[in-house]
T-cell receptor, first 116, second 111 residues
């Protein structure tokens, strides 16, 4: 079974340009996460979806970041305009979350963004 | 906000040595997970601990959840170069939502 797929793997853009990342979660997983990870640090949650609903976007900088998960499957994360400080790895994870039970997140390889 | 602090941040040891990594918080978590991440890859789950005082072993790795469910430790016996990577702990709230990752411990095991 395929794992979480992310594309592109690498992206280099100039500041003020827009950029988009795509994530295809594991088939059947109802929960999808986007994280930001700076070098040598732990992932920081940006947004969490349960099916197509964003249930936690409190850490998403909404002035420049947006995300969508149409039909509750694939998801895109967009930054417009990008700033130098947005350079990081953007990780997508998915899980099958059942009520009252714990979950295991499966992570994609991430998209490494460099803003020049 | 529930925060997790990991220590040490960096650890460089020789093959065959033992080590312990700590994950501490002032908050109570319903469960805690440990991940290992290699360069260019996403984190991979190693273990989930749920019960206070729980100890789980995975080959040379021993994981312990504190009695009060506020802290955890990862002990590696006879470390090998293949253990090199970033070790992350993550805590879940009472609803089971994995909310918080620690800052990570970067381990390098030299042959």
């Amino acid at each position: 079974e395929a794992g979480v797929v992310q594309s592109p793997r690498y992206k280099i853009i100039e500041k003020k340009q827009p950029v988009a990342f795509w994530c295809n979660p594991i088939s059947g997983h109802n929960t999808l996460y986007w994280y930001l990870q700076n070098l040598g640090q732990g992932p920081e949650l940006l947004i969490r979806y349960e099916n197509e609903e964003a249930v936690d976007d409190s850490q998403l900088p909404k002035d420049r970041f947006s995300a969508e998960r149409l039909k509750g499957v694939d998801s895109t994360l967009k930054i417009q305009p990008a700033e130098l400080g947005d350079s990081a790895v953007y990780l997508c994870a998915s899980s099958l979350k059942l009520a009252g039970a714990g979950e295991t997140q499966y992570f994609g390889p991430g998209t490494r963004l460099l803003v020049l | 906000t529930q925060l997790l602090e990991q220590s040490p941040q960096f650890l460089s040891i020789q093959e065959g040595e033992n080590l312990t990594v700590y994950c501490n918080s002032s908050s109570v978590f319903s469960s805690l997970q440990w991940y290992r991440q290699e360069p260019g890859e996403g984190p991979v789950l190693l273990v989930t601990v749920v019960t206070g005082g729980e100890v789980k072993k995975l080959k040379r790795l021993t994981f312990q959840f504190g009695d009060a469910r506020k802290d955890s430790s990862l002990h590696i016996t006879a470390a090998q170069p293949g253990d090199t990577g970033l070790y992350l702990c993550a805590g879940a709230d009472n609803a089971g939502n994995m909310l918080t990752f620690g800052g990570g411990t970067r381990l390098m095991v030299k042959p």
